[in-house]
């Protein structure tokens, strides 16, 4: 499980100490000798990823207390650092490109999908404005374009790429603090007698972004109002129109209401068209978070669970969990991206275009013809991302992809029956996609819900010192709930077989308390 | 100028049907030779860097409309998407790896750091959590440290890497804003009688991104007070003193003061330690503004401009500047990181760490020993961005690293020397580092300030035009002012001779209107 007899580079490639010395980067023709080895160290942990453990078995404290405290003075040469790589950096990395990894949702780097971060690593773009990155821009917006409509989306939505799902949905919530009518951009929150507290609502089992972008946003945690869910943990939508009437009787100001296609506990579904139905009728912004699930809509066959997304406002899909593009990578979707653009547009002069006449200043109004994606986003620069979804989607194609999730559909079907069908097993959710939420309930503990959340904790933590598997916890109901989510693209049957047959065992081996 | 004459890769290796077809990922023998080939893509677009126009001479729209308006439904052999890179992506993106990328600040992506970025591509990391990259997460603590050696920072400030400069001022104005003890994260600021409006001072030249910040975080835009400057674009601290006794007196709440450290526009350096003053005597959170310039505070001997900062209570750097680290890293440090924490910290169940004897559940105050960096950023994922920052110090050095920066403020000077002892040339502000403002006042223009705005904004464009170097302006006092900005780790003698020679060939054929 460890790489310390993997080859360490040779001393004959050391560089020399006068290619380091200069005023410039390194020299063209070691960069592409050292690129080519670094190419095969990268195809060795891919190809021998089930040599490492997924969780690896160290102490907080393991990596850094072999490093030296204070930064190298003079220059080092490659073979030390890529011989440190191997001893320090890969052992101790999770094994996210790991078959066996089943916690959290998965995010695997597709092979093509590296490629494109090799070469966008290359170009070194900056696609914060159209003449930043002519390339970048429009290969950007080309690519969301097709990931619309592989979603099955209308023409009417437009976005951008960001880095993660907590970013493209405070994007949204930012537009639909702006859409609110009190022009939060420009006089902000505080000390405003004419806002009162504005409102956000979302089920109990959305995600924590949410109320992490309510934290950011200023509009603070007490904004966000958790809406319970039925037994298949489902946002209620009575519940959910009685608390907006609850609250406008108490003087507080709805503004957006979130829907969740696969929540991250248990990956239930919100029903969508009824979130939209009451969007409409009070005037809210509807966010659709489909950061996990959303892959699943590039099959117009399995399109049921997101009936009414094309209603809402804005929609979250992460390319970099279940479509298997390099972190990071989410896609933020729009109805309204004018409203977007006026919560975060700001143009210094230093960022204007100018045109060879000198017109393009401050108040001329003319500020370039190409899209300028900074104005929709917190952050000014940006990393092209589009490169990487570019060539991942063409070397699959839509077809392959399909392929890949419905085999993740399958395996996820699979498990849940095998759970069913073990005495002493029991599942604890539904299971509308590729995850599913369990628990085992020995005759001797049934009844005992303390001790069988410490048992069920026992059975994850020993199933995940094998170093084969990675699994995942949460709590459903208050209950210890073991999750198995599959989606790594490296992840066969053998992989959740071997899961099923370790928590098995698991369950035999750990003494029930 | 174009990259037409390239080769295109041969169809010897276009991959079998097959190997798309399945369930998983590329092949990784296939992974291997594909990634070869890329290597030889990335090393020859580098070393062939000025065959390419630095500003692209396309029209917005030349790009998406050679691309396919659909997503592909089948596979597509990678030789095709490759030669597609070559046509279309090369040719059309902006040179920031440039030698005569002299625009807005450069961002070079160093030899070592992109072999970081491949490295960082196939281990897919996502340090979150202690757990879920325990490499990433102390390879991150490890080289936060380093940085804040280098920059000659006291023990006491810690941090963590982030994306752009944008969040990690954002980040400290969030703390800024939890630190003002209304416990914005929670309650926020919206309807509350006991919150007045928030201030936050920088001076007129500080950069858009704190306005942004302001914007995001529900702040707004009239938050933020802009505060004028002196004849070299320096805040005037007696200016900002009676800002925030003015404001105070109006019933505001001042929260923060941002001094920046090598402004955008003209690289000005605010009284940072006047600014620390203030702050101490007013209790107001003061954030460094250092994107730019703070890689010239890793050489002891150039760290006059920073006096005081080490009294700040956040500090941004920007590795993707100065230091040449792949876009995106940008270095947040603070010596009040437990503020931070409690401006974004959230930790749902399905994030918690548990051991094996089921502690660490909700209420148990267990979690984990490592550091968990989501708890720092208003995002939950994060890339791994300390592995290119590591590589890149390790094979620079320290000592390589400040030659580099001497070597363009040397660069700088002698430009700005140059532009001094042309007749018909006006420098336009100091130079405190490595950027120069400048612009040409012929004898029949001079005194008339719009036809000198055009002249030079004419100039401008037709050295742009000419493919060799990217200039960007600004606006100075209402003036029309071209910047020369060196940073870029390509950059020689020569491409700063060249941009003089085009410059002045410019202000010879623009007919002055």
Chains 1, 2 share one sequence.
């Not at 050391?14 to 980067?25: F, K, N, R, S, Y």
């Not at 970013?167 to 702006?178: D, K, M, N, P």
């Not at 409203?339 to 700001?346: K, P």
Request: charge should be negative.
């Amino acid at each position: 499980m460890t790489a310390t007899d993997r080859p360490i580079p040779s001393d004959a490639d050391v560089l020399e100490p006068e290619q380091i010395a200069g005023h410039a980067d390194m020299d063209p023709e070691a960069f592409r000798a050292a690129a080519h080895r670094v190419v095969d160290l990268m195809a060795d942990y891919v190809e021998d990823i089930e040599r490492h453990a997924v969780l690896p078995a160290i102490a907080p404290g393991s990596v850094s207390s072999q490093l030296p405290p204070a930064p190298p003075e003079q220059p080092e040469a490659l073979d030390a650092i890529l011989g440190d790589y191997l001893r320090l950096i890969e052992p101790n990395a999770t094994g996210w490109q790991h078959p066996g990894f089943f916690a959290y949702f998965a995010s695997t780097a597709s092979g093509p999908g590296i490629l494109g971060e090799m070469l966008t690593a290359a170009l070194g773009q900056n696609p914060m404005l159209w003449r930043t990155s002519p390339a970048g821009t429009e290969l950007e917006q080309v690519v969301v374009d097709w990931l619309r409509q592989a979603l099955g989306l209308p023409e009417a939505f437009d976005g951008l790429l960001t880095d993660t799902a907590s970013t493209s949905s405070l994007i949204a919530l930012a537009a639909a603090r702006q859409a609110a009518g009190i022009d939060a951009a420009a006089a902000g929150l505080a000390g405003r007698s004419d806002v009162p507290a504005l409102r956000v609502y979302a089920s109990e089992e959305a995600h924590s972004s949410i109320e992490k972008a309510c934290m950011t946003l200023g509009l603070g945690r007490a904004s966000l109002v958790r809406i319970p869910t039925n037994d298949r943990f489902e946002l209620l939508p009575e519940r959910l129109a009685a608390a907006i009437a609850a609250d406008r009787a108490a003087g507080h100001r709805p503004i957006a209401i979130v829907a969740t296609v696969g929540t991250t506990s248990s990956t239930s579904v919100d029903p969508v068209a009824a979130g939209a139905d009451i969007a409409a009728r009070e005037g809210l912004w509807l966010h659709v978070d489909a950061a996990y699930a959303g892959a699943v809509a590039i099959d117009p066959d399995l399109r049921a669970p997101f009936a009414g997304w094309d209603r809402a406002d804005s929609i979250v899909v992460n390319p970099h969990k279940w479509l298997w593009t390099p972190v990071d990578a989410s896609l933020l979707l729009s109805r309204r991206l004018d409203v977007v653009r006026d919560a975060f547009s700001l143009v210094p002069e230093y960022l204007r275009t100018v045109g060879s006449d000198g017109t393009g200043g401050e108040g001329s109004g003319r500020h370039d013809d190409g899209r300028n994606y900074n104005e929709y986003t917190p952050q000014l620069g940006r990393r092209m991302r589009a490169l990487k979804l570019w060539i991942q989607l063409r070397w699959f194609g839509l077809d392959g992809l399909r392929r890949r999730i419905r085999h993740h559909l399958e395996l996820a079907q699979g498990f849940a029956a095998a759970v069913d069908a073990e005495p002493g097993w029991e599942r604890l959710a539904p299971v509308p996609f590729s995850t599913v939420c369990f628990r085992h309930v020995p005759p001797g503990l049934a009844g005992d819900e303390a001790a069988l959340d410490a048992h069920n904790a026992a059975i994850m933590d020993a199933v995940n010192r094998t170093g084969a598997i990675f699994l995942s916890h949460t709590k459903l109901r208050g209950t210890f709930t073991i999750r198995l989510a599959i989606g790594s693209l490296r992840t066969e049957a053998r992989h959740v077989e071997r899961a099923w047959e370790l928590l098995r065992a698991a369950a035999e081996e750990v003494e029930p308390r």
